[in-house]
């Protein structure tokens, strides 16, 4: 019976494996409960594969799966969660940004009766101004536009009940934004607070149009307001245009020398038209793109290859 999963994801992660292995094997001894590593080798183009083999060779904690090709994070970190058989299930980053000791004090948490300890970022290291300007500005927007509340600053470094596992894996869409949907799950959910390192070793796999979309994901899946701006809008320019009507009316009757045809409050009229509705399709058209991944009903990825035994 093994009480605590870890899931790894592992883009491109080969200068960090050993140490993490390490870090995390060490981590693991200090709780001293039975537990399984399982990475989840997602199309990595470098060595990542090769050295989960060999961890698995030595260390029969190891678990490995290998995608059949690069997914993204998020997919990633769901197929671990169908391997997962832990009573509580961790996902933490390959990268050693979210340190390994942390969890000693997650799963003590835990174990005093909560279904989620997640860990919240108080700073972050080595990232760019630009990613902490942009997730900062993500997460509050995103917490204002959703009816429950989405923790702002975590990231999917968390430790999970089993309870809570099986729930998600009962919300089968297909574009994931796990920890909206953990928060959405509900149960009692709590934190630790945590300085987030830079990156051991390695890239980022998380380039600007992954992370664009995965933030698409998590407003979708969780807002309808972005469509309601949009009516808002469309009221906003109807209201406009229509007392522009009243005006030119006004002005064609009573200050008829004034009434030139006026080429430039036509085209930016139609400019502004034009854009909004262009917005408009536009965000409408995010959401019937996700309901049509959504009912083609794919599976979320395949496995290439794995030493977890049979049930996936
Ligand atoms: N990752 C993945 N698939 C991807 C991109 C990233 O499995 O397509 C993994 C990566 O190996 C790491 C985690 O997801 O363990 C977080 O990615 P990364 O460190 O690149 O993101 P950042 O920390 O820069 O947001
Ligand atoms: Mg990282």
Request: hydrophobic share 45%.
């Amino acid at each position: 019976m093994i009480e605590i999963s870890v899931i790894v994801p592992t883009y491109n992660e080969e200068g960090n494996l050993d140490l993490l292995h390490t870090r995390l094997s060490e981590v693991m001894q200090r709780i001293g409960q039975p537990y399984e590593l399982i990475f989840i080798n997602d199309g990595s183009k470098d060595r990542t594969l090769e050295l989960e083999r060999a961890l698995a060779q030595k260390d029969p904690c190891v678990k490995y799966i290998d995608l059949s090709r690069n997914f993204g994070h998020q997919i990633a970190v769901s197929a671990g969660l169908d391997a997962a058989r832990g009573q509580a299930i961790v996902i933490i980053d390959a990268d050693l940004q979210d340190p390994p000791e942390l969890i000693i004090d997650m799963y003590a948490k835990l174990r005093t009766g909560f279904h989620v300890v997640y860990a919240k970022r108080k700073a972050r290291q080595g990232e760019n101004f630009m990613k902490k300007f942009t997730a900062k500005l993500f997460y509050r927007l995103l917490s204002r536009i959703t009816s429950f509340s989405i923790p702002v600053d975590t990231g999917d470094f968390r430790i999970m009940d089993k309870k809570v596992v099986d729930a998600l894996k009962q919300m089968p869409e297909s574009n994931k934004f796990l920890r909206g949907q953990i928060a959405w799950i509900g149960f009692n959910q709590t934190f630790v607070e945590y300085d987030r390192q830079q990156r051991h070793a390695g890239t980022t796999g998380y380039t600007y149009k992954k992370m664009i979309n995965f933030a698409l994901n998590g407003i979708t899946a969780f807002s309808n307001a972005p469509i309601k701006w949009v009516t808002m809008a469309g009221f906003m320019v109807s209201v406009v245009a229509f007392l522009m009507i009243i005006m030119s009316f006004v002005v064609r009757i009573f200050y008829a020398h004034l009434s030139e045809p006026g080429w430039a409050s036509i085209m930016v009229g139609m400019m502004f038209l034009g854009g909004v509705q262009l917005i408009s399709l536009g965000i409408i058209g995010e959401y019937i793109s996700r309901i049509n991944s959504d009912v083609k009903r794919r599976p979320l990825y395949f496995v290439k290859e794995t030493n977890v035994s049979s049930e996936i």
